[in-house]
């Protein structure tokens, strides 16, 4: 985008939303220590030491991946219990297929639940100022439905490979727990959710927590730093980068339009169903973190909190919404502002064009219209 002249160095730089990388870095701080110290390994064991039949394995792999998920990172989850569910499995001499297909949906499903659970959650939750709590009680029932649903479908897909019982007993290799250390990364991940509930910053407390955590942990923090996922922090700084650049040749703003005209009018479950289709279609042909970046992305003077069925906005610095709000919605709303938006709203006749000189002190609304309009 720099090379190519789209955007200049110093666009790029700006571009990069530092509250997400943030974030990142400190929860993979915390969830690096819980790797060395073997609690996802030890969790895995826990689990599966206590499944003596098909069905109850295949239910402890889609329920206790879903939980680990919803708090840390489902990459994590599958990366660390993959091995150890194969290992316990291998003695058996039975497919893998339903456990592991199990690990990696219920890992996804569950991850739903939290603003931890996955990197996308993390864009959501910071780009929508969304609290961890309110995040939390709108996805629970959503996640716990997902667990639900996806169980009932494995076992009726696999039933012939569960009807088969264990011939022998589901052995585990004993895990090493390094309990001093994950207790302490524990402690200090319940005391980040408890600032989460309580109103904190998503990214200050994260990587507070995490910064506690290399002091406190007593060992040598390159360990816990090898197991930050660096390929992924630079992968967001790009996409930032990127997506900037398609703003500024229009393309964003031409999609936004056709996502408009789509919703527009119709009742809010026909726009959910148009948008789960679209979200599901793209996460499946570009990843779903870009799906979900360039669908939660907020153009520059686009106010998140707002609705999009009620006024959709660009052009404008972040620092002057409409409504008064500062960046990402942490303010309370100035109500004489959305008045005065409301008004301009209702006075605009239906076919009226965009009129490219909106935004002098003409308008109305003390020069604070941005440069394009749609309603």
């Not at 499995?89 to 456990?99: Q, T």
């Not at 961890?132 to 494995?154: C, D, E, N, S, W």
């Not at 992968?235 to 789509?262: I, K, P």
């Not at 009620?310 to 709000?325: F, I, S």
Request: glycine residues 10%.
């Amino acid at each position: 985008m720099v090379v190519l002249g789209v955007l200049p160095l110093r666009d790029a730089y700006a571009a990069i939303d530092f509250d997400v990388l943030v974030f990142l870095l400190g929860l993979m701080l915390i969830v690096g220590y819980l790797e060395v110290g073997k609690f996802f390994e030890w969790a895995a064991e826990w689990i599966l030491a206590r499944a003596r039949t098909p069905e109850r394995l295949l239910l402890g792999v889609v329920v206790g991946g879903g939980l680990l998920s919803a708090l840390f990172v489902n990459d994590t989850i599958c990366l660390v219990v993959t091995p150890v569910l194969l290992a316990a499995l291998g003695p058996l001499r039975v497919k893998p297929n339903p456990y592991l297909i199990g690990l990696a949906m219920g890992a996804n499903v569950g991850s739903v639940v939290s603003v931890t659970g996955n990197p996308q959650n993390m864009l959501v939750g910071i780009w929508s100022g969304a609290s961890f709590g309110g995040f939390l009680v709108h996805m629970l029932p959503v996640g716990v439905g997902g667990l639900a649903i996806t169980y009932a479908y494995l076992r009726w897909v696999y039933r012939a490979e569960l009807r088969e019982p264990f011939r022998e007993r589901l052995e585990t290799v004993p895990v090493t727990l390094d309990r001093p250390l994950v207790l302490k990364a524990l402690a200090l991940f319940g005391a980040a959710v408890i600032a989460w509930l309580g109103g904190g910053s998503l990214p200050l407390v994260a990587i507070t927590a995490g910064a506690v955590m290399v002091a406190v942990a007593q060992r040598d923090p390159a360990y816990a730093i090898d197991r930050v996922e660096w390929s992924l922090l630079l992968f967001f700084a790009s996409l930032f980068v990127v997506m900037r650049g398609f703003e500024q040749t229009g393309a964003v703003a031409w999609l936004d339009d056709q996502a408009l005209r789509v919703v527009q009018g119709s009742s809010p479950w026909s726009a959910a169903v148009v948008v789960s289709g679209v979200m599901a279609t793209l996460s499946n042909l570009i990843s779903n973190v870009p799906a979900a970046y360039r669908a939660d992305h907020p153009q520059p003077g686009f106010d998140v909190a707002r609705p999009r069925h009620e006024l959709h906005l660009r052009g404008e610095p972040a620092p002057h919404r409409l409504d008064g709000e500062s960046h990402r919605g942490r303010a309370r709303p100035d109500p004489g502002r959305t008045r005065r938006v409301r008004r301009v709203r209702a006075d605009r006749r239906a076919g009226d064009t965009l009129d490219p000189r909106v935004g002098d002190r003409r308008a109305g609304c003390d020069g604070l219209i941005p440069q394009r309009v749609a309603v």
